[in-house]
């Protein structure tokens, strides 16, 4: 269902590799790096391959939040918790529970891949949908931005007023923190 | 030729990374960057679901053209606009929450906060 067919070229698929591979290594030093600093740009790093990978899947507004809300905002705010909160000695180091929570871990990686290389996903392009419908879906996936604005204001309302509600109470809750007693 | 269960296998590993390193990081901090590594694994997951997944609307009527119906191929999205600002207030209280706590007992170690009592 794309509108140019670019995901059958091998220039995507060798992107796709190259920017999987360095999110994974990204992740892995976050949370294998002892210096929390260093963790924290290695997590800044997989935001920004979390964001291309929005754009290969047709989401061009959702890259951009991604990068302006998380690399931008929210590595700043875990910068910024870093530095106020330095423990020079210890640094970051692991708690005893290593070796059965990579038992875990595994075990949960190896259960989720079995599902998902097994389940019968109703693909896209295998749907019997006409043709005048799939013209629809190129167009709407083409030019995304006015259809999130439609689901957010009409079918999704409710949740859309609720994320309203949680953002008020953070702001309630933080000035709530920085209260004098 | 990139399909479907590559994103979703990406996002599960990136998620039990995320895991572990709530289960086992002792720093705070760490922790929550661990919680953030599996907000993403998700939004990959869902958005990727978006694009490849046929919506059920589209399932019930193959030859719907009306906008209320071709726009379902987006939820996933929408759901990832949701996860993104819900995780964002909640790093940011809860980042607050920790700056507090290390003034208050000069230590940012997982270990030393079991009790709520000083």
Avoid at chain 1, 58 to 71: D, G, H, P
Avoid at chain 1, 169 to 174: D, E, F
Avoid at chain 2, 4 to 24: C, N, Q, R
Avoid at chain 2, 25 to 32: D, E, P, T
Wanted: glycine share 6%.
């Amino acid at each position: 269902m794309s509108p140019s067919g670019i995901e059958q070229s091998g220039v995507f698929t060798a992107v796709w590799w190259i920017v999987a591979v360095m999110s994974v290594i990204a992740a892995i030093l976050v949370v294998h790096l002892t210096d929390i600093l260093k963790a924290a740009l290695a997590l800044v790093g997989v935001f920004l391959g979390v964001a291309v990978f929005f754009v290969m899947l047709n989401a061009e507004l959702l890259a951009a939040i991604q990068v302006l809300i998380y690399a931008g905002a929210i590595s700043i705010l875990i910068i910024f918790a870093v530095l106020l909160t330095r423990d020079i000695q210890q640094g970051n180091p692991s708690n005893k529970l290593r070796v059965p929570a990579l038992l875990l871990v595994g075990i949960l990686l190896a259960v989720l891949v079995f599902v998902v290389l097994n389940s019968e996903w109703g693909l896209l392009r295998e749907a019997q949908l006409a043709q005048e419908t799939q013209a629809r879906v190129a167009e709407v996936y083409s030019n995304s931005t006015p259809g999130i604005a439609r689901l957010l204001l009409r079918d999704f309302v409710l949740p859309f007023e609720m994320v309203s509600v949680v953002l008020f109470a953070a702001v309630v809750g933080a000035l709530a923190l920085l209260r004098e007693r | 030729m990139v399909g479907l269960e590559h994103f979703l296998t990406l996002s599960a590993i990136i998620f039990v990374i995320g895991l572990y390193g709530v289960l086992t990081k002792r720093n705070v901090i760490a922790v929550l960057m661990g919680i953030e590594l599996m907000f993403n694994a998700v939004n990959v997951a869902v958005v990727a679901m978006s694009k490849y997944v046929v919506p059920q609307a589209l399932v019930n009527n193959p030859a719907a053209t009306g906008e209320e119906l071709v726009n379902k191929v987006l939820t996933g999205q929408v759901f990832a606009v949701m996860v993104i600002t819900v995780a964002a207030a909640e790093a940011a209280l809860a980042l607050g929450i920790v700056i507090v706590i290390y003034r208050m007992r000069q230590t940012a170690d997982v270990s030393e906060m079991s009790l709520m009592k000083h």
